[in-house]
């Protein structure tokens, strides 16, 4: 290959992770502004808070495409300094010179640990929550950013984080396992011997991310963890973790638990809930399944009991295990450990 | 880290490794199997080639979870050696005890470039086909068998492919690209000076596998290649190119193409026909999606016109790259390669 190719071939290459960058980005952008549940809170947390927003100087950390920002300047900041380490914090500055605002709005390229700001800040709000809350979070960043950017008395939003847990029977996985009991009736060759391997495929010790069907959850969701967003410390954050207690409404197979999470945004009258429930409207976020190794049946008032902890994988720091510890009736405690 | 943790952390690598091996395949072989049309069609296809088969020996190569040789045996082979290069063949091997054709199927785990069989066979069975006909398809492995192990004058099934092109108005695509347009109305936040990275997201250089809903193809499709599998060469298969001319329905806005793939079973009374159309009953191989930079707005009898060309990718043989030129009315002739 001639010097000149070979040139050729690594501007290619440039360019295509240029391309990519954006186009991950762009994608899903998307898909977080179309969360109408995460989009919507976030809006009517900022412009109901603007008694604490109005003429103050507000830092977003993680600001993505810039939408946070924007939504700040209207409820009346003098000031936002919008951080953003990913490339489409140049498709921040457009947006936010399209909306007039690139005196207000200041989009700074760069981690929140070495960026400097000029002065300290009376607000900080941030959508950092990743899949179980945890997951490829930035919530050390936000954390760094409060003790290092927000004044004493300064607002978070949101200012807490709740943690919760349910037993699930999930018919789909079932219909899966049992889809090699069913290959003689439709096609007369006997194939039920592989619904065991199948089984051990559900059994995954990988966490899922996916809807949960209302139907599925088996109980009322137990709330296992809450962190004080003005309290919590990165240390505290290594491992976060707490016990449940669920009674199952009536007669079904536990095949899985799923964690979910909710923030909430303190406001003038009533706090701001943004939930990523089963039961209510689906969020981009979804819930996180542990699927177990074998299908427990449980009848009304089966008690599912337990602890869960949720801890950095010890590979890479922005991976999530989740450990669950649980008992189901008169059965002995069982124990698997899940990551993403 | 002691030795003895060592160890251990290989093993549970090993045990990872030969977990998401049989993971991997056990949940895509449920997936094909599943596909009604493809299991259907390959059983209808040996059954009524039964006159072929009976008391014959076959060979079946890529038997996954050996359902094709099953089929075999039930339609009168005497015997049937099944190939099989993934740990799937372990399955394969239980699923011939089941049915009680062990002692006519011997599952050969290996590839069948190099495996050794006491015989030439009848027979060569193979469902061999991937996205686009010929992503990491088998069909050099299924040549390979053909001019080594098939008697001259024997049966292949299927014996002929052929390829389609289409020119496609993919709706949700659009709708993605003017999602950009609509946040204002929203949330009050103009955005839609992210259009533009959205339109080049989409035009990515790309192949696409998914369904394209009838409504969304603007003409007949045209055939642009066939392969006669009794006569074709790995050497013909370095491209496989041919000329298309669509002419339009109606008015739209073209912004890809589709491209996709028909079987062909020779059977005594009318041949049987696998098709992945898109005006066909849905299979797991979806179709390919070729999109364009921009759209093209077409009218009625609008005539699409242009070359189509398949061949292995320069960096990895088993990956397709497809260019297209194409003229659409009487706009200028384009070109865009494409890969998956």
């Known amino acids: 290959m001639s010097h000149a190719e070979k040139k ?25 502004i179309a969360d109408r549940v995460r989009t919507n809170t976030y809006r009517m947390a900022i412009l109901k808070n603007g ?45 936010v010179k399209q909306n007039q605002m690139d005196d207000k709005i200041e989009v700074i390229r760069g981690m929140v640990e070495s960026v400097e700001l000029p002065e300290k800040v009376d607000v900080l709000v941030s959508e950092w929550m990743g899949y179980a809350l945890l997951h490829e979070s930035m919530l050390n960043s936000v954390l760094h950013a409060r003790d290092r950017w927000l004044k004493p008395g300064g607002v978070l939003l949101p200012s807490t984080a709740e943690l919760y847990i349910a037993p699930v029977s999930d018919r789909v996985v079932e219909d899966n396992v049992r889809f090699w009991l069913t290959v003689k009736d439709q096609y007369g ?13 559900v059994a995954s010790s ?46 079904a197979a536990l095949n899985a638990f799923c964690v979910y999470f909710t923030v909430t945004f303190s ?10 429930s089963p039961f209510q409207e689906e969020t981009h976020w979804k819930q996180a399944l542990l699927y177990l190794d074998a299908p427990v ?8 009991t337990g602890e869960v902890s949720l801890r950095p994988s010890a590979e890479n720091a922005r991976e999530i295990c989740i450990r669950v510890d649980y008992t189901v009736g008169e059965h002995k405690r069982q124990s698997k450990a899940f990551s993403l």
Chains 1, 2 share one sequence.
């Not at 186009?23 to 898909?31: L, R, S």
């Open 8 to 32: 050729r071939k690594l501007d290619k290459t440039q360019q295509e992770r240029l391309y990519f960058d954006s186009y991950t980005d762009v994608t899903i952008h998307a898909e977080m």
């Open 51 to 95: 008694e604490s927003i109005r003429g103050k100087v507000v830092l977003d950390v993680g600001a993505g495409t810039g939408v946070l920002s924007v939504f700040c300047v209207q409820a009346g900041a003098k000031k936002v300094y919008a951080i953003e380490a990913c490339s489409i914090a140049e498709h921040a500055v457009r947006v």
């Open 206 to 251: 990988e966490l899922t991310v996916d809807t949960v069907a209302v139907e599925d959850v088996l109980s009322h969701p137990a709330r296992f963890a809450e962190l004080d967003l003005y309290e919590v410390t990165a240390e505290a954050l290594r491992e976060v973790k707490g016990t449940f207690r669920c009674e199952t409404f009536g007669s």
């Open 267 to 276: 406001c003038p009258e009533s706090p701001l809930v943004l939930s990523t």
């Open 189 to 201: 060759v006997d194939m039920s011997c592989l619904a065991d391997v199948a089984r051990a495929c």
């Open 297 to 304: 049946d449980v009848v009304q008032d089966t008690a599912v």
